[in-house]
């Protein structure tokens, strides 16, 4: 069954802080990873997309690491700030379609 | 600064009744999506359309569920009738696909839903 786990399922941290969230997944055929930010009463925003060839994708103080091997990525936020707290979203896209298939999200906290 | 509308923002309304979501893509953009929101499930994919032909709804209850494109700068998504169970967020995206996918989607603000 095509699934995708996220970790923790939140996380409060201190202002200035790196965090790094998890996603695995168990999609095939595979065509690549979205992270989302979401903000509260938002719509998602994508932050990173990464294909089967992609390791790693930095947006700002966003980094997305991928190990198609492992079905494993990663997003490491950098020297947090208070405008990080969200929820973060991996989205894996199917081979040959866009149907996706999203994680729970990770509720992150960021503060003072 | 292009953006994703939708319409109505939030709506309330009896059990039984129909319900309309209205969305406008970005201008130039070929692939529109829709989602439904809930604390409990997440995002959940009901319906997408590339170049206004659909392409997959299989997300969504084909009972009660109906989703168009009547042009490219319009998306509808209906529900008739309406159950308490369909409450949730609704979101529209729309990107452009210039391949095989991976585009980037940009999400609107939602349509929140109650039914009670």
């Known amino acids: 069954k095509n699934q995708v786990e996220q970790s923790p399922q939140s996380l409060i941290i201190l202002e200035g802080k790196n965090c790094t969230l998890q996603c695995n997944y168990t999609v095939s055929p595979f065509s690549n990873l979205r992270w989302y930010k979401q903000d509260t009463g938002r719509g998602p925003v994508s932050l990173t997309i990464m294909t089967f060839s992609e390791n790693t994708k930095s947006n700002g103080r966003y980094t997305a690491t991928l190990d198609a091997d492992t079905k494993q990525s990663s997003l490491h936020i950098t020297a947090s700030q208070l405008s990080d707290s969200a929820s973060y979203i991996c989205v894996v896209s199917l081979s040959g379609n866009t149907p996706l298939v999203f994680g729970k999200g990770t509720r992150l906290s960021v503060i003072a | 600064d292009a953006r994703v509308t939708q319409t109505p923002r939030d709506k309330v309304t009896e059990m039984g009744q129909e319900v309309t979501m209205r969305c406008q893509p970005i201008l130039g953009h070929n692939t529109v999506f829709w989602y439904r929101q809930t604390m409990m499930q997440g995002l959940e994919l009901l319906a997408y359309?590339?170049?206004?032909?659909?392409?997959?709804d299989s997300g969504m209850p084909k009972d009660r569920f109906s989703a168009e494109m009547p042009d490219a700068t319009l998306a509808t998504l209906k529900i008739q009738p309406s159950e308490p169970r369909d409450s949730a967020v609704y979101f529209c995206?729309?990107?452009?696909?210039?391949?095989?996918?991976?585009?980037?989607?940009?999400f609107g603000p939602g349509t929140r839903l109650l039914v009670l």
């Open positions: 995206a729309s990107g452009l696909a210039l391949g095989t996918g991976g585009e980037t989607q940009y």
């Open positions: 359309f590339r170049n206004r032909a659909p392409l997959d």
